[in-house]
């Protein structure tokens, strides 16, 4: 065994003083500071991962839309024609990561729980008015297979009553249907709302302004009341499920048929875009790309799914970063308790170190003796912070629920976070990057003690006073 490893090893265990103490204090150190990063960045990039699944489950990977201002006439936008959607739709069709094309088409519409026979009473009697709420219906082609499965499947697994939006039938999220049911008589698949879209409010806007002015003449005012108009009734519809949507949150929706949403919108057989399901949802920025140079009509925009959630995967990706630099000092301070322990070391085996320079010994081998004592440390520091990390990880969940449990203390709370567990991907290259710099960061810290040590004049160490 070389001269400054046999050395090393023995001062890591030495008699009569307390170096073995303060270097087991260092070692864990980096074991803690490791360990810290690997749990905090996994459990980060397994949170980030989780949305993204949770975020494909409720919307598309890519959306096609419109720019109306490239062709809507501003007089009378109505008798202008919007582009042609099909010829996209096969366009887009032809492209072999696509695996289904559909219209949508979203209304901002009023929705008011039906009154029974009894409310309609009270209410002609003045009483209180109907739970309301103004909400966005987003409609969605049934024929569609792919993007009805996927809606259906969220369904089971956040929802109640099914997916069913045939004929006259609405599907409303937690958030609405909590709006809608504040006395507790909705029923699924037997309560109806009464929607007002906007063709319903444009024809009685119509009617309310002729009123307004006609107010001052009787008998202009006499005409606009005798005039023949045909005044629409609110669409219908029955309430089929109720679908809680991460995504959406407390954002009142609800899914209606593609042609009941043309209707209520008064669109004819215009849309808002289309939605574009593809095989692989991570690929859609690639796809994107070879959309624009297939010859993409100019006046329809793509966007993924990605661009329209980037301000939140920023922020992620911002709070991963801030994580870095701040647990990264832990790193730093256990470099610095090394760096501490071999100075320590060098007061208490000051003697010892100049009657081995007296002996001969160069001073490589005196600094080489110091880094492998921190090699040592670091090594034991950083496999043991691996260890400790991966334990936490495993455990993670079954932690958390023991925290819950003896100290009433919520971790990841689900309300907030809408998670029923800690979500975790620990990632190799994280791992190494991380247990690397560490390594490096403790190995490094023992080399300055050990240089100034090194340089030491041995009859100067020899000496009794210090």
């Given at each position: 065994?070389?001269?400054?490893?046999?050395?090393?090893?023995?001062?890591?265990?030495?008699?009569?003083?307390?170096?073995?103490?303060?270097?087991?204090?260092?070692?864990?150190?980096?074991?803690?500071?490791?360990?810290?990063?690997?749990?905090?960045?996994?459990?980060?990039?397994?949170?980030?991962?989780?949305?993204?699944?949770?975020?494909?489950?409720?919307?598309?990977?890519?959306?096609?839309?419109?720019?109306?201002?490239?062709?809507?006439?501003?007089?009378?936008?109505?008798?202008?024609?919007?582009?042609?959607?099909?010829?996209?739709?096969?366009?887009?069709?032809?492209?072999?990561?696509?695996?289904?094309?559909?219209?949508?088409?979203?209304?901002?519409?009023?929705?008011?729980?039906?009154?029974?026979?009894?409310?309609?009473?009270?209410?002609?009697?003045?009483?209180?008015?109907?739970?309301?709420?103004?909400?966005?219906?987003?409609?969605?082609?049934?024929?569609?297979?792919?993007?009805?499965?996927?809606?259906?499947?969220?369904?089971?697994?956040?929802?109640?009553?099914?997916?069913?939006?045939?004929?006259?039938?609405?599907?409303?999220?937690?958030?609405?249907?909590?709006?809608?049911?504040?006395?507790?008589?909705?029923?699924?698949?037997?309560?109806?709302?009464?929607?007002?879209?906007?063709?319903?409010?444009?024809?009685?806007?119509?009617?309310?302004?002729?009123?307004?002015r006609a107010k001052d003449d009787p008998t202009r005012a006499q005409a606009v009341e005798a005039k023949d108009r045909d005044l629409p009734l609110p669409a219908e519809f029955v309430?089929?499920?109720?679908?809680?949507?991460?995504?959406?949150?407390?954002?009142?929706?609800?899914?209606?048929?593609?042609?009941?949403?043309?209707?209520?919108?008064?669109?004819?057989?215009?849309?808002?875009?289309?939605?574009?399901?593809?095989?692989?949802?991570?690929?859609?920025?690639?796809?994107?790309?070879?959309?624009?140079?297939?010859?993409?009509?100019?006046?329809?925009?793509?966007?993924?799914?990605?661009?329209?959630?980037?301000?939140?995967?920023?922020?992620?990706?911002?709070?991963?970063?801030?994580?870095?630099?701040?647990?990264?000092?832990?790193?730093?301070?256990?470099?610095?308790?090394?760096?501490?322990?071999?100075?320590?070391?060098?007061?208490?085996?000051?003697?010892?170190?100049?009657?081995?320079?007296?002996?001969?010994?160069?001073?490589?081998?005196?600094?080489?003796?110091?880094?492998?004592?921190?090699?040592?440390?670091?090594?034991?520091?950083?496999?043991?912070?691996?260890?400790?990390?991966?334990?936490?990880?495993?455990?993670?969940?079954?932690?958390?629920?023991?925290?819950?449990?003896?100290?009433?203390?919520?971790?990841?709370?689900?309300?907030?976070?809408?998670?029923?567990?800690?979500?975790?991907?620990?990632?190799?290259?994280?791992?190494?990057?991380?247990?690397?710099?560490?390594?490096?960061?403790?190995?490094?810290?023992?080399?300055?003690?050990?240089?100034?040590?090194?340089?030491?004049?041995?009859?100067?160490?020899?000496?009794?006073?210090?």
């Amino acid at each position: 065994m070389k001269f400054c490893w046999f050395i090393a090893l023995r001062y890591l265990k030495p008699k009569g003083t307390f170096v073995s103490v303060i270097t087991l204090i260092s070692v864990a150190g980096v074991a803690l500071g490791v360990g810290v990063l690997l749990v905090v960045i996994a459990v980060m990039s397994g949170f980030e991962k989780k949305i993204k699944e949770e975020l494909l489950k409720s919307e598309p990977a890519l959306v096609v839309q419109p720019q109306r201002d490239d062709w809507a006439d501003p007089a009378d936008p109505a008798e202008t024609p919007p582009p042609d959607w099909r010829a996209l739709s096969l366009l887009l069709k032809k492209h072999p990561e696509v695996r289904s094309v559909s219209p949508v088409v979203t209304v901002s519409s009023v929705l008011e729980r039906k009154p029974t026979a009894e409310e309609e009473k009270n209410l002609a009697d003045g009483g209180p008015a109907l739970p309301e709420a103004q909400a966005v219906l987003i409609g969605v082609d049934p024929q569609d297979q792919v993007q009805m499965e996927r809606l259906q499947k969220l369904m089971g697994e956040k929802g109640e009553g099914s997916f069913e939006l045939a004929g006259e039938s609405v599907v409303l999220t937690q958030a609405l249907a909590d709006r809608l049911n504040r006395d507790g008589l909705l029923a699924l698949g037997q309560s109806a709302v009464n929607i007002f879209g906007p063709s319903f409010l444009k024809e009685y806007r119509g009617y309310y302004q002729e009123q307004q002015r006609a107010k001052d003449d009787p008998t202009r005012a006499q005409a606009v009341e005798a005039k023949d108009r045909d005044l629409p009734l609110p669409a219908e519809f029955v309430v089929q499920g109720v679908l809680y949507d991460d995504k959406l949150g407390d954002q009142p929706t609800g899914f209606i048929s593609l042609k009941n949403a043309q209707k209520l919108a008064g669109r004819g057989k215009a849309v808002d875009g289309l939605t574009v399901e593809l095989a692989d949802p991570f690929r859609a920025g690639e796809v994107k790309q070879d959309l624009l140079q297939s010859g993409l009509p100019p006046n329809w925009v793509p966007r993924t799914w990605m661009e329209r959630n980037q301000r939140f995967f920023d922020a992620i990706a911002n709070e991963r970063a801030m994580m870095y630099l701040v647990l990264g000092f832990i790193s730093v301070v256990a470099a610095f308790c090394i760096m501490n322990t071999m100075i320590t070391m060098a007061v208490q085996k000051r003697r010892e170190i100049g009657m081995m320079r007296a002996l001969g010994a160069k001073t490589s081998q005196i600094v080489g003796l110091f880094a492998a004592k921190g090699l040592v440390v670091a090594g034991c520091g950083v496999g043991c912070g691996y260890l400790l990390g991966s334990t936490v990880l495993h455990f993670r969940n079954d932690l958390r629920r023991w925290i819950s449990d003896t100290f009433h203390w919520q971790i990841f709370d689900e309300r907030i976070y809408g998670l029923r567990e800690i979500p975790a991907d620990p990632r190799l290259l994280d791992n190494l990057l991380i247990c690397g710099i560490a390594f490096v960061l403790c190995t490094l810290a023992a080399v300055p003690p050990a240089w100034l040590v090194g340089r030491m004049d041995p009859a100067r160490a020899l000496r009794s006073d210090r």
